[in-house]
């Protein structure tokens, strides 16, 4: 059976940088487009962005176009989200997720907390 | 518009049947797909396409669309259903990628 785990989250002032990684196990993730999800505190569920399976097409939230860009390492398996220019509202929880339209696997999430 | 919108909360007494919709122009296009989330735990995919569910999701879950409205229906709701429960969407307003509707709380009495 299929897995994810997120990791590269944490704490980052307004203005900086994170990298969180997506390392899928159980299933080749270069046959399948990846997603990146965000929860914020008591909030609903945001999408942020998708990568097509060959990496070639990109798609991202309106909230991050410009400061996230969503990229994948198929030989190991790995999907990524660089975060540049966080603000106080990128506060949440990231799921990396499996599919573009469809997330029907899921990773147990990261947190990343903007603050001074 | 590419929103999508849903009822804050419903609740069900238990073993009888609720109905969470979803609302949004791009239902009129394209399928929703559906997530439960329990409380500190990630979402689950339990109905995509038509009304298809994913291997290990209980039939009494299903899902119907009409026009610009989706449907998720539990049949025979059980405790572990209460849940947050999302709908999902392209979009097709060409504005967004893809949306997920604000959420419903189910509450199983």
């Known amino acids: 059976e299929g897995q994810l785990l997120e990791s590269g989250g944490g704490l980052a002032q307004p203005g900086g940088s994170l990298r969180l990684s997506c390392s899928a196990s159980?299933?080749?993730?270069?046959?399948?487009?990846m997603s990146w999800v965000r929860q914020a505190p008591g909030k609903g569920l945001e999408w942020v962005s998708a990568?097509?399976?060959?990496?070639?097409?990109?798609y991202y939230a309106d909230s991050v176009k410009g400061r996230f860009a969503i990229s994948r390492d198929n030989s190991g398996n790995t999907v990524y989200l660089q975060m540049n220019s966080l603000r106080a509202e990128d506060t949440a929880l990231y799921y990396c997720?499996?599919?573009?339209?469809?997330?029907?696997?899921w990773g147990q999430g990261i947190l990343v907390t903007v603050s001074s | 518009s590419s929103e999508l919108t849903q009822d804050p909360a419903v609740s069900v007494a238990l073993g009888q049947t609720v109905t969470i919709t979803c609302q949004g122009d791009?239902?009129?296009?394209?399928?929703p797909s559906w997530y439960q989330q329990k409380s500190g735990r990630a979402p689950t995919l339990v109905i995509f396409?038509?009304?298809n569910r994913p291997s290990g999701i209980p039939d009494r879950f299903s899902g119907s669309t009409s026009g610009n409205t989706a449907s998720l229906t539990i049949t025979g709701a059980q405790a572990e259903d209460e849940a947050d429960y999302y709908c999902?969407?392209?979009?097709?307003?060409?504005?967004?990628?893809?949306?997920f509707g604000p959420g419903t709380k189910v509450t199983v009495l």
């Open positions: 791009s239902l009129r296009k394209y399928f």
């Open positions: 396409g038509k009304n």
């Open positions: 990568i097509s399976g060959s990496g070639v097409m990109t």
């Open positions: 999902n969407s392209r979009d097709s307003s060409g504005y967004r990628f893809s949306v």
């Open positions: 997720a499996k599919g573009i339209w469809e997330f029907d696997y």
């Open positions: 159980g299933f080749s993730s270069g046959n399948f487009g």
